[in-house]
């Protein structure tokens, strides 16, 4: 199953490579093609038909529910660290020239702010909590046939590429009447089209197919789709941009355009009569699939904390501190096992975001009490550890902006604008790891998103069962070989993403949509080589057909007997 | 991965964070440096958008620094870079470094970026030839307490500590610099200088030319407390923080062919033991 980025620059792919094909001269699809151009939203949505149905029903869409727990947790962190940004300006400004004019008051300001903050951090600290004791290991449901489970306990999400899909290309083609339609239907094929090139690939540096190995494959789409965002943007430009063509124009709470719903819900219904689970909401699709993307741009991390302005850093370092670093932070938590960066391994660990977050922030609101209480014990202060200071003369100011305690409690604050950022950083990579979030740009010099942006040099042994249910899927599978053997993409060792959208001569969007698109569209159901039962999971290899298990064998006994389908099973 | 024999922090690990100065591409971090990368002359060192090559500072002229580093760490890290200037010197002390400047620096896992440029006017007074020091640290892979500024055993640390001169066939060349006890308590040092034969990838940018040679016995080290001056080694013991100025002179040999390079090295080590701990360069010009 691949990606929003590949499935767009799949459709854009497979719009030129036809718009360049003597198909194009051909009525139907002369007219679908300027459809397309005419309508990108739809083609976007007919693309996306995998995505919707995925969100159109419960337990796969777990994970818009925990993004949009933790983005409202994360926007409360970015929020406190910019308030704490400002308050440290102002400190740190007034330390710098405690004689100029105002100096004293500004500090004496932001001082006062500073209990508001570490109540903040606190409250703060109890929402983590709260959500990493709810944030589940394995977020992802798993995939019916991988259960043993008859097509009608599927998810739909699973139906959809597991069976039938190119009779639904075929069919939303055969409806479509409208512009709007004609686009929505070219999409529907390009969506399939992308989806059985794109998923040998990923199959390929996945080591087995998206059924047992569910969260590498998230894993692996989401690398593979951040490449493509950085390094083809043409295709599919951002996610915002994706959502707004989606958006169809609506503002406020957008419906699903009802002609597109209609055509859907008809090619569904007719292309799968029976044998599968009822309809989904396709409303309920819809919007989760806009609120999705939208959750997926909700991560982003503030500016990295600045120094102290360079007299106060200067005046830090020269008190033998090392800037950022809080030796009374240090001290405080040195017994503590589970501080960040020693004993939070991420990969290979199964620590939940929220937990690696909470673990972090839990300690992070023991600088601003020892800083408050430091300074009123400097200064012979009488208010106690949450108290804010408040000085009453510009010497006092002098004195605190040259005194070791002063210095220290600056760079406390420092040390902890970096160490809450840094928590934010950890909690977003935990997320990216557990497949929440597509890496970001820097990420995919990572070795564990690397992994799959080439072709591994052994792809002869596919495809490898599941790992235990403990397995992070950052690594290749370790797991023996399920028999029978197949081979798993024609892809060459250390082909790049691109080589399934526009790099392969012969096995590529590129190459093979004019083909696909003849077969699935004019020639369903026949002996040609796109016209059968292709399955969009790519299970059994590129263009391998959808499959059943053969009567009386298992998922689970190997070798694993199977029958291919009809064009017209279930 | 292998962390440095001493001064690496011991907070990084390669799950959490771990920072380091490259001195080579594909440098993690293990110190010391192999020989072919002398730790006295880092390219991630950066003024006026390239690496630092030793050129005379004016006085009264701002330039622009930067610091290239990379975190092979699983976790992005928020760190600061911090820049020091220093005469120059063998090995840095609290006492002979001084502050530049710090520039924030985002480093996501295993991805190296540079920081934005740390504004430095040149204050009176500076020699024309200092050493600079670049330090990352992040609360994460925090530097040892107390800092030890040794760019030879800590991957946080880089120095450019590189004096340029030009100078004739025949000529006896001068310079003079300080060595310094940055520990803490006194101890016995040896200091010595040798020339560098071999080509250094590392030294491309401040040595275009071919390298000649210069024998050791043309070589002399003296210190005010020495009346006669050593050949090419010298034993001293300094005190907690004690510094100490050291005279290195030179004969530039009488067939040195114009154009080409000398370079030596004075290294500073502890006594018994064999990997330095402090140095700096010195290039030669024969013009």
């Given at each position: 199953m691949i990606d929003y980025f590949a499935h767009v620059s799949a459709l854009h792919v497979s719009h030129g490579a036809i718009a360049n094909s003597p198909l194009a001269s051909q009525k139907p699809v002369s007219e679908a093609l300027s459809a397309v151009s005419a309508q990108p939203g739809s083609a976007i949505l007919g693309a996306l038909v995998d995505h919707l149905l995925q969100y159109a029903q419960a337990p796969t869409s777990v994970e818009i529910g925990?993004?949009?727990?933790?983005?409202?947790?994360?926007?409360?962190?970015?929020?406190?660290?910019?308030?704490?940004?400002?308050v440290r300006l102002s400190l740190e400004?007034?330390?710098?020239?405690?004689?100029?004019?105002?100096?004293?008051?500004?500090?004496?300001?932001?001082?006062?702010?500073?209990?508001?903050i570490a109540t903040d951090f606190q409250n703060l600290t109890a929402k983590f909590q709260t959500l990493q004791a709810g944030f589940p290991n394995n977020w992802l449901a798993p995939v019916g046939q991988q259960l043993n489970q008859p097509v009608a306990e599927w998810a739909w999400r699973d139906v959809f590429l597991g069976r039938r899909t190119t009779a639904f290309v075929a069919k939303t083609q055969e409806l479509a009447t409208t512009t709007r339609g004609k686009a929505f239907a070219f999409g529907a094929f390009a969506g399939a089209a992308g989806n059985l090139i794109g998923s040998a690939y990923l199959?390929?540096?996945?080591?087995?197919?998206?059924?047992?190995?569910?969260?590498?494959?998230?894993?692996?789409?989401?690398?593979v789709g951040a490449w493509l965002r950085d390094h083809e943007p043409q295709y599919a430009g951002t996610l915002?941009?994706?959502?707004?063509?989606?958006?169809?124009?609506?503002?406020?709470?957008?419906?699903?355009?009802?002609?597109?719903?209609?055509?859907?819900?008809?090619?569904?219904?007719?292309?799968?009569p029976s044998g599968t689970p009822a309809l989904p909401n396709l409303e309920t699709g819809y919007t989760h699939l806009l609120e999705h993307l939208g959750l997926l741009g909700d991560f982003s991390l503030p500016a990295a904390p600045a120094p102290p302005n360079n007299t106060v850093a200067g005046n830090i370092v020269t008190q033998g501190l090392t800037l950022g670093s809080n030796s009374l932070l240090l001290q405080n938590v040195a017994s503590n096992t589970t501080s960040f960066g020693q004993n939070t391994p991420l990969i290979g660990s199964h620590e939940?975001?929220?937990?690696?977050?909470?673990?972090?922030?839990?300690?992070?609101a023991i600088p601003i009490f020892s800083w408050i209480y430091s300074i009123d014990v400097a200064l012979g202060g009488g208010q106690g550890a949450t108290g804010s200071p408040d000085l009453s003369s510009t010497g006092d100011l002098v004195t605190l902006s040259q005194s070791p305690t002063g210095l220290s409690g600056i760079n406390s604050l420092y040390s902890l604008a970096l160490n809450a950022w840094q928590a934010l950083a950890a909690a977003r990579t935990v997320l990216v790891l557990r497949g929440l979030l597509y890496p970001d740009n820097d990420d995919l010099n990572n070795p564990t998103f690397t992994q799959f942006l080439s072709i591994p040099s052994d792809t002869k042994n596919y495809p490898l069962l599941a790992m235990p249910s403990s397995d992070d899927g950052t690594s290749y599978p370790t797991s023996g070989l399920e028999t029978p053997p197949t081979s798993s993409s024609p892809f060459?060792?250390?082909?790049?993403?691109?080589?399934?959208?526009?790099?392969?001569a012969n096995a590529s969007v590129l190459a093979l949509s004019s083909t696909m698109w003849e077969d699935m569209n004019l020639y369903p159901g026949s002996d040609r080589p796109w016209s059968g039962n292709h399955d969009l999971d790519a299970d059994r290899g590129a263009g391998a057909l959808c499959w059943a298990l053969a009567p009386g064998a298992s998922i689970t006994s190997l070798p694993v007997n199977i029958t291919n389908l009809a064009y017209s099973a279930i | 991965m292998s962390n440095g024999t001493k001064g690496d922090g011991g907070k990084g690990n390669p799950n959490g964070v771990y920072l380091v100065i490259p001195y080579y591409p594909d440098d993690m971090g293990s110190r010391p440096l192999p020989s072919a990368y002398p730790f006295w002359s880092c390219q991630s060192i950066h003024l006026g958008g390239s690496p630092y090559a030793g050129q005379k500072l004016v006085p009264g002229q701002t330039v622009e620094l930067a610091v290239e580093a990379i975190n092979y760490g699983a976790q992005t890290a928020s760190a600061v870079c911090i820049v020091f200037w220093a005469n120059p010197t063998t090995s840095f002390t609290n006492a002979s470094v001084n502050f530049i400047g710090t520039a924030p620096l985002t480093l996501a896992a295993h991805a190296v970026n540079i920081t934005g440029p740390i504004s430095w006017t040149i204050p009176e007074g500076t020699p024309e030839h200092i050493c600079l020091l670049a330090e990352v640290t992040a609360p994460a892979d925090p530097i040892q307490q107390p800092a030890t500024y040794d760019a030879a055993t800590d991957r946080h640390y880089a120095q450019q500590n590189v004096q340029v001169l030009t100078a004739t066939p025949g000529q006896q060349i001068r310079i003079g610099f300080f060595m310094a006890n940055p520990g803490v308590v006194k101890t016995k040092y040896w200091l010595e200088v040798t020339h560098l034969a071999a080509s250094h990838q590392s030294l491309r940018h401040i040595l275009p030319r071919s390298a000649v040679l210069i024998k050791t016995q043309q070589i002399h080290l003296k210190t005010p407390s020495h009346a006669r001056s050593q050949v090419h080694k010298l034993d001293v013991e300094l005190d907690r923080g004690e510094s100490l100025e050291v005279e290195l002179s030179a004969l530039v040999p009488a067939d040195a062919k114009p154009g080409s390079t000398i370079v030596l090295q004075a290294l500073q080590y502890q006594h018994l033991r064999h990997q330095p701990v402090g140095g700096l360069g010195v290039v030669v010009h024969v013009i």
């Open positions: 925990l993004l949009k727990k933790t983005a409202t947790v994360f926007a409360e962190a970015r929020t406190m660290l910019n308030k704490l940004a400002a400004t007034s330390m710098a020239a405690p004689t100029a004019p105002g100096a004293l008051a500004a500090y004496n300001a932001a001082a006062s702010e500073l209990p508001a199959n390929s540096v996945v080591g087995g197919p998206r059924r047992s190995h569910t969260l590498r494959h998230r894993l692996s789409a989401y690398s915002a941009d994706i959502r707004s063509a989606l958006l169809f124009g609506q503002s406020g709470t957008p419906a699903l355009p009802s002609d597109l719903k209609a055509l859907l819900q008809a090619a569904l219904q007719q292309s799968y939940s975001a929220a937990g690696v977050c909470e673990q972090i922030l839990v300690w992070l060459a060792f250390g082909a790049k993403p691109q080589i399934f959208l526009n790099g392969s | -």
